[in-house]
């Protein structure tokens, strides 16, 4: 049987879905000591990418290298809100020392990337995903000098998995999704017509494996291509839940994302209430740079092993379903 991969941040939204994809019998899960765990029955390794040899012993970390086929690196920190030096420290750094492993095994080694390290043009970059990516941008840099085969694979937004909308964190676009539904967004920082790329977590998992799978190397972006939603279509389905929840929700406004940062925030300053100023930064981090007039690259769907994606539409309706229950949005539950 081939040996095992090494999949770092095995507690993650991506990590727990590589997981159940690959099935635990062909994977072996970092964790941090005290991490998320995923679940299903995948051999488990307490370590920490941000310090040499990921945290092991020289024994454990030997012995690791020896039985490992391969190296996905999953283990990031994605929050907007640490500190810039945590960011760069976790996704920087602990990919170069992940990358280390992956060379001293003499394996591939195949690095978790993001959509956000594409910066749409002409942007501003004061925004609070900047460490983000600018430290997903030095790990590519780093992966592309590895002495081992590499692929990079950038993702656009996760969602819940297709069928059950079930996602082990709730992550940033989950409180834009939040914002729309409660009627906190009176203005959407995304431009009329903009695309807003997301995928389920299964899809995206299949995707992974696919390209292990076909030994491909190199650049690839897993993306929903020109079958992303545009922002008024993930706008419309947002307020269709709030409908269908009993909320009359108005529609908000969609303003391009520099006139909220270079005019709306500066001239109308601290007039604009505490909340709204974060809700409006928040969908100006997380939605902002992710929203392009042009659909991104993707995947051929005839990579064997992964299909076309399941219809988006639906996936984000199942999304936003397991979300409003388990966020007490729902009719029945407590309005948040
Ligand atoms: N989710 C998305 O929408 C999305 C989109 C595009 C790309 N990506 C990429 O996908 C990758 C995984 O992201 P995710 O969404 O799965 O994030 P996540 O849910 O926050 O998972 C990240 C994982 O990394 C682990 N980790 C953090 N610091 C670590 C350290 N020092 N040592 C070892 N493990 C550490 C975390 O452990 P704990 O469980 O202990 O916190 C967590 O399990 C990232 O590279 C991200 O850039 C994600």
Known sequence: MAHPLLVTGAGGVVGQSLVECFGPGRVIGLVR??????????????????????????????????????????????????????????????????LRLAEDAGVPFHLISTIYVRRRDGSHEDGRARPYRESKRAAEDTVRAARVPWSILRMSLVIGDSATG??????????????????????????????????????????VRALVDSGALGEHWITAGERALTIEEFVERCLGYARRQGRTVPRPRLVDSEMVHRLI??????????????????????LGPLATDRTLPRLPDDLPGLGAPPDLGACLDTSLEFFGTRARLAATGTPA
């Open 33 to 98: 000591p005290a991490g998320n765990r995923p679940d299903g029955a995948a051999e488990l390794i307490a370590g920490d990418v941000t310090r040499p040899r990921l945290g092991l012993d020289v024994p454990a970390y030997a012995a690791l290298a020896g039985r490992i086929g391969g190296v996905l690196h999953s283990a990031a920190l994605t929050s907007f809100t640490r500190a810039a030096a945590d960011i760069h420290d976790v996704n920087a750094t602990g990919t170069a020392h992940a």
């Open 166 to 207: 079930s996602t082990p964190r709730f992550q940033g676009v989950y409180a834009a999704m939040k914002s729309l539904i409660t009627g906190g967004a009176p203005v959407v920082p995304v431009a009329a017509g903009s695309y807003v790329d997301f995928l389920p977590r299964d899809h995206v998992a299949r995707s």
């Open 265 to 286: 925030i500066p001239a109308f300053g601290d007039s604009i209430g505490a909340d709204l100023r974060k809700r409006l930064e928040l969908f100006t981090d997380i």
